[in-house]
């Protein structure tokens, strides 16, 4: 925290003593872009035929592009907790999604990515969808951020249909400014707000968040984009968001700021499969969907961008995963991560400049408190699975035993159990998950969903 104050006083002594308000050379701006639900298949860059994507293609040929990064948890909350804390799920305890009303939340203990940057100096703005708890205490003012404009829940999150309660609500700050919000019109006013506070703090350093609500269902374009795409209504939502970032870089480049800003694009957790009426995200074909620890409800896209900086048009292999962008941008900034806590990513510059990384890391993906699977070099081992209800709807979690193993390098579809041939690697992979699990002990220890939702209904908001 010293480190920080010192590059904050170095920032501010800087901004002085140059005629003008001047950005100091070492504080770029970050933009941070998730999409909800999109799936590792459903860019152009990352193979898909169907849906167009020509902004995120043009980043990623400008960029990075990352064929082994993840999500450690295939939900929501759980994601953005890991991507803004860049601490495991299992640490911060938010192991499972936020329900409407509830009263627990991300703790106020936990350093966000902007609590961080701020203390440098930087202007922070959360635009999108949140989803680290609705109280006033857990919303984005209380976690760092001096701007938001966005929804506080998914926007399926209507338990009844009828009369359209809990609503999905705009907000601005702590203010609410739309109820129901009109979901056909998120994705542009999200980039539209965006573009605004970039325009008005091209002065000072800036970290924004566009966590984009879009392409969860329930689906809904606006009628510029209504109908356009050949692969139905998800390809519309997807190609409106395409374009709505294509804008968002274009102001950027107009404000005259590409040279000062890291760009990273991403999405929460993979994609949910839909049906033949009404095809929902694409895999590449890696089995599973959102809700499970097989590949294709863990596996995401990133695209890093940053002129000059960072390689052009580039693919990486080699494992990362959401958890590593707040080391990373800490380290972009120049700041040492907060020493009092432990944290589970790592700089991934290395990989993303072509270099090797330092060490080799184990990743442990949950899908509630326990580790339900571990990707080790090229092993991935099964640990638990959630059972699979009606309409590929994730249920409760159970053990495999024994466990399964697959080698992710000759079979990235997870389809040949090598188990039986490789106990050696069973088991050091299964101490590794125990070990994981049994140094992970969060505080938070999140309430089942209905006793979350009774308490808070029972429980006005002051
Ligand atoms: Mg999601």
């Known amino acids: 925290m010293r480190t920080s104050r010192f590059l904050a006083l170095t920032i501010a002594l800087g901004s002085m003593t140059v005629a003008g308000p001047h950005r100091a050379p070492c504080a770029p701006n970050f933009i941070v872009i998730v999409a909800d639900d999109l799936g590792f298949g459903d860019l152009g860059s990352y193979g898909n035929t169907e849906i167009r994507t020509p902004a995120l293609d043009r980043l990623a040929a400008e960029g990075v592009r990352l064929k082994e990064f993840y999500t450690p948890a295939p939900t929501c909350s ?185 760009v990273f694009f991403t999405s929460d957790n993979g994609p949910w499969l839909g049906d033949e009426s009404t095809p929902g995200g694409a895999t590449g074909g890696l089995r599973g969907f959102k809700g499970t620890t097989w590949e294709g409800g863990l596996r995401i896209p990133l695209i890093a961008w940053g002129p000059g900086r960072l390689p052009s048009g580039v693919v990486r292999e080699g494992v990362a995963s959401l958890l590593d962008l707040f080391p990373t941008i800490s380290g972009l900034a120049g700041a040492d991560l907060p020493a009092d806590r432990e944290y589970d990513g790592a700089d991934i510059l290395p990989l993303l400049r072509g270099k090797s990384m330092p060490s080799p890391r184990d990743l442990f993906f949950s899908n509630r408190q326990e580790v339900d699977a571990v990707r080790s070099g090229h092993w991935k081992l099964h640990l638990r699975e959630r059972v699979i209800g009606p309409q590929g709807r994730p249920r409760k979690s159970r053990d495999i035993d024994p466990p399964r193993l697959y080698r992710l390098d000759q079979d990235p579809g997870e389809e040949e159990d090598v188990a039986g041939s490789h106990l050696e690697v069973v088991s050091r992979m299964r101490q590794d998950a125990e070990q994981f699990q049994s140094e992970t002990k969060a505080t938070l220890k999140l309430w089942p969903f209905g006793r979350a939702i009774i308490r808070g209904l029972l429980t006005p908001a002051p």
């Open 78 to 262: 759980p994601a953005r907790a890991a991507l803004l804390t860049g601490r495991h799920p299992l640490r911060t305890g938010v192991t499972r999604v936020f329900v409407p009303k509830e009263v627990q939340g991300l703790p106020a203990e936990e350093i966000t990515l902007a609590e961080h940057l701020k203390d440098l100096g930087y202007a922070t703005a959360c635009i999108g969808k949140w989803h680290l708890g609705g109280r006033k205490q857990h919303r984005p003012p209380s976690h760092g951020f001096d701007e938001f404009f966005g929804v506080l829940y998914s926007n399926n999150m209507v338990w009844l249909q009828r009369f359209n309660w809990p609503r999905i609500e705009l907000f601005d700050g702590n203010r609410s400014i739309e109820s129901p919000a009109d979901t056909s019109f998120l994705t542009r006013r999200y980039t539209h707000r965006a573009i605004e506070f970039i325009h008005r703090k091209r002065d000072a350093p800036f970290f924004l968040y566009v966590a984009y609500t879009m392409p969860h269902i329930p689906l809904a374009a606006s009628p510029e984009f209504t109908g356009r795409s050949r692969y139905g209504p998800y390809g519309d939502v997807v190609e409106e968001l395409d374009a709505s970032i294509g804008h968002l870089m274009a102001e950027l480049q107009r404000a005259g700021l590409a040279g000062d800003t890291y």
